[in-house]
């Protein structure tokens, strides 16, 4: 399917890709009864899609590639001022207190994210990439992300309750380029 | 703030860490609005807030946005008692759930005596695949009758110049607090093994005693792998008569003690003819300077 609308090309693409630190993997397996939340994009590498692609209106800060590069980059520099990973600790912590307060998780869970967040791994800041197939997942649970907390024009998506038998884990560290 | 006083110290600071969370959003998905009037709370706390770090209405800047969430973290950790990371990272490491590279990694001897000159590139192989595996299996610390204890195995793929001399790092340890105590380290090279039907570290273990098994008897029952055994292997080492030149068989095994039935078994009992597996290490083996993995350093503490 090809709509074109206001001079954009829209694609719905097959196949979403998010990329993530492993921690938040292990967090949705460990703590979320397998629930992941996951902010996707239809492209892997949006600065690769063509001109006209909606992919080309994404912001690099969205790219699912630039994101999995920039975090394997700190992750293998063991980047002590990463900011990137400062951001993500803080969310975590906060998630924590969040889950705590409506009762997802018990003051124990909530101790083991803040003791493993605050604990001096890196390899819980591996990034991975999940790639979600389209199919099977019901339109309604792709969930528009309003304009306002796009850093571009181009679509992303979130999907808040997606479970590990709805898409695979791949580590592309073999792969990117530049590390 | 007066809005908070009225809500207990949990659901406050979860109200906290939400607004926090919500300044770097105009609406996040799993965001949602736990209690009556939620939305001009919010507001009202990220109004104090800017009052109290003279922030200005209207600034959204990054930076200012980052003072705002810290000041509100630092009142919603007032609000719920300190965690003792200690105390968490032990009930982790208790589970196998510890991030692996926290682990202080102990390497036992008959290691190291089996590898003799191999033995500094290996530890750097076993410390790596125990720090980043890409696949890991856990047991314990429920004893179930049918199920090692505190005993993890890692896994991780390394690449060469050459790829029939990659090979699959196989560690396997047991778990002592923050310790991990590595009793068996094996390369696997799949040039050689099949390893396409092991789907879980314990399957690549059995899979690697099927090639360089040596036969002993264990429980009255005659085999190279043994997953759990009501009884200890007499020796660590035997000769493997008869050969045409001298062999030696390894035994290398987990020693679990069952305090409540007051008997020692053994877990994950391999004996592994240990010349064959050197001389595969001597025909397979490469320089550090030809594997293309970069090898992983204990994380440095502070970040």
Known sequence: MCLVKGGMGIVAGPVLYSANPWFAMEVAN?????TFFAWVCEYFDSSATAAVSAGSFIAPSSNP????????????????????????KKTFRRLAKKWLADGELTKDQHDEIVASVGAPSWRIWKPVLYVIPRVG??????????????????PEYQIVDLKAHEFDVVDLTALVRNI | ???????????????????????????????EYLIADEANIRE?????????????????????????????????????????????LKRLAERGDLPSDLYEIEIIPNVRTMLGRRFDLEKQLIETT???????????????????AMISLFVRRFRTRWPLRDFIMLVAGERNGFKLGVHQAWRIYPAI?????????????????????????????????????????????????????????????????????KVTRSSLVVSINQDRY?????????????SLDKFVDAPRAGH
Request: no cysteine; hydrophobic share 40%.
């Open chain 1, 30 to 34: 460990k703590y979320r009864k397998g």
């Open chain 1, 65 to 88: 590639r630039k994101i999995y590069e920039d975090l394997l980059y700190e992750y293998y520099a063991q980047e002590e001022h990463s900011r990137v990973i400062k951001a993500h």
């Open chain 1, 137 to 154: 997942i019901d339109p309604s649970r792709i969930i528009k992300v309003p304009r306002a907390d796009r850093a571009g024009y181009g």
């Open chain 2, 1 to 31: 703030m007066s809005d908070l006083e009225t809500l207990e110290p949990k659901a406050a600071a979860g109200l906290l860490a939400r607004t926090a969370l919500s300044l770097f959003y105009k609406r996040r998905a799993d965001d």
């Open chain 2, 44 to 88: 009202r706390v990220i109004r104090h807030a800017r009052e109290q770090l003279g922030i200005a209405e209207d600034n959204y800047e990054q930076e200012a946005l980052e003072k705002i969430a810290d000041h509100l973290d630092q009142q919603a950790d007032r609000l719920l008692s300190e965690p003792d990371p200690m105390i968490a």
């Open chain 2, 130 to 148: 125990v720090r980043a595996p890409t696949q890991e299996q856990h047991y314990g610390p429920a004893r179930e009758v049918h199920e090692p």
């Open chain 2, 193 to 261: 093994i099949n390893v396409a039907a092991a789907d879980s570290p314990v399957e690549l273990l059995k899979k690697f005693a099927d090639k360089y098994g040596a036969e002993i008897e264990l429980d009255g029952k005659r085999g190279h792998f043994f997953f759990l055994a009501d009884s200890l292997p007499a020796v660590s080492y035997f000769q493997i008569v008869p050969t045409k030149k001298p062999q030696i068989a390894l035994i290398s095994f987990f020693r679990q003690i069952d305090r409540s039935a």
């Open chain 2, 278 to 290: 050197l001389d595969t290490l001597e025909e397979l083996g490469v320089k550090r300077d030809d």
